[in-house]
């Protein structure tokens, strides 16, 4: 076992490394781009620089709004910050392609340095995405989501009308043109999301779903993209074109994200609504909606199959004798014998407490008895104490019904006639015991 645990670290840590090491060469590779563009005097036109604006910031209320949706279900306020971060960040950002928009329609001359909104906007996203995720641990969930939603919503509203009032009197980003890395402002930024980055690769060691990942790559995106900004002599040059395009790929990598965890959740409740939680088996639900599928089937193919009732003998003894945990035990080891025991196409279910149903597709009474045995047979060789026991009852289609509830009424019929077989053979044993000993 300590092999083992030592493997999977081992596994862990160099996964690890190789994310690692993967985010150093992606870094590298935008701030080598960003200053072979500006050594070649590469230069965008203001409508593409405003096209990937626009893009960056529908994308950025696309994720909001289902990243609002989520917190609804699940009142995880990590997801709250981040959603107002990109919020704001997408209010900015629109208050800036607006004044852009409003100069190339005007044919008005263009501020060659970058706007005070990308730096305010990028600032304001990587602050609230590091304080997200250094705090999830110790962050409580939401008691009252919809008014936290108001709020952020409120946030994001005036910071909209401040931006808007503020951005055309604002002054640009302060450079220095006569060094190598322009505007030294954007390493605030950058050191934002390069710190969220390294708490995010911690977080893949503890979970490591799409989403996850997700978040890593965004905020690493958002590092390379404002150390490259920092090297733009101007608002349309190459380093610049390499920031907005790294940016609007951040946003587009976080709605993917956010969505598969969507999906991911979604499917998680599907199988919740349709599962037992102790057992894992399939739920009474789940074997109402079985059986009238597999009447259909069997009436199709005129082949007959099995409904089987299963009832744990004794378990109020040992609930009574051993406590409720074995109880709860002795009904997970018959799940997983019942699991183990099923083919593919059957269907294992629990019925209600201590009871439990099979269906067993094209199987008749000879297949259904056999099933039986060998449930009783794996119970009592689990190597597990106390020791069980089941009765069962069968019943057949077409024979015993025709119906999900004929058959089950025969099967429990079968089932009690089970039971009161043995316990009658049980009290003649005593009785002749008692004769014995006289």
């Known amino acids: 076992m300590r092999r083992w ?58 994720y909001t709004a289902n990243a609002l949706m989520r917190f609804r ?6 997801t709250l910050l981040i959603a107002a971060g990109f919020a704001l960040a997408g209010v900015l950002e629109m208050a800036g392609s607006f004044g852009v928009a409003e100069r190339i329609a005007a044919d008005s001359p263009i501020a060659s340095q970058v706007p005070a909104s990308w730096l305010a906007g990028g600032t304001l996203l990587g602050l609230f995405f590091l304080v997200a995720i250094a705090t999830e641990r110790w962050m409580p969930a ?48 950058a050191a934002l999301f390069l710190g969220a980055s390294f708490l995010c ?65 979604f499917e998680q409740a599907q199988a919740q609504a349709i599962c037992d939680s102790l057992t894992g088996l399939a739920n009474y639900r789940r074997l109402l909606s079985v059986l009238p599928a597999e009447l259909d089937r069997a009436r199709r193919s005129e082949k007959p199959f099995s409904v089987v009732l299963l009832d744990m003998d004794g378990l109020k003894a ?19 014998v019942l699991r183990m025991n099923s083919r593919a196409i059957d269907t294992a279910a629990r019925y209600g407490g201590d009871e439990f149903a099979l269906v067993l597709p094209e199987a008749g009474l000879e297949i259904a008895t056999r099933v039986v045995e060998r449930i ?34 025969a099967a429990d019929r079968s089932l009690y006639g089970m039971k009161n077989r043995r316990s009658a053979a049980g009290h003649l044993q005593s009785i002749a015991r008692i004769a014995a000993c006289l």
């Open 5 to 62: 645990s030592n493997f999977v670290g081992s596994c862990r840590d160099r996964h690890s490394c190789l994310l690692l090491l993967a985010s150093v060469v992606l870094l590298s590779l935008l701030v080598g781009g960003a200053l072979w563009s500006r050594s070649l005097g590469v230069s965008s036109q203001p409508q593409t620089c405003l096209y990937l604006d626009i893009c960056g910031t529908l994308l950025s209320f696309f």
């Open 376 to 409: 009783r047979e794996r119970l009592q060789r689990d190597g597990e104490m106390p020791r069980l026991s089941v009765s069962a009852g069968i019943a057949i289609f077409p024979q015993d019904g025709a119906t999900p509830d004929e058959l089950l009424a």
């Open 142 to 189: 939401s008691r009252q989501p919809g008014r936290e939603i108001a709020a952020v919503l409120l946030l994001v509203g005036v910071a909209g009308y401040l931006a808007s009032a503020i951005s055309p009197v604002a002054p640009a980003a302060p450079a220095q043109s006569a060094s190598l890395f322009v505007h030294p402002v954007e390493l605030i930024p």
């Open 318 to 336: 040992i609930n009574d004798e051993f406590g409720h945990l074995t109880g709860s035990r002795a009904l997970v080891r018959l799940g997983s």
């Open 201 to 265: 690769l911690r977080r893949l060691r503890r979970s490591a779903r799409a989403y996850d990942y997700a978040l890593f790559a965004v905020a690493l995106l958002n590092a390379g993209s404002h150390a490259s900004a920092g090297f733009s002599l101007g608002f349309f040059d190459g380093p610049f074109f390499v920031a907005e395009t790294c940016k609007t790929l951040s946003y587009g990598v976080m709605l993917i994200g956010a969505m598969l965890e969507q999906e991911r959740l």
């Open 73 to 78: 279900t699940t009142h995880d306020r990590t």
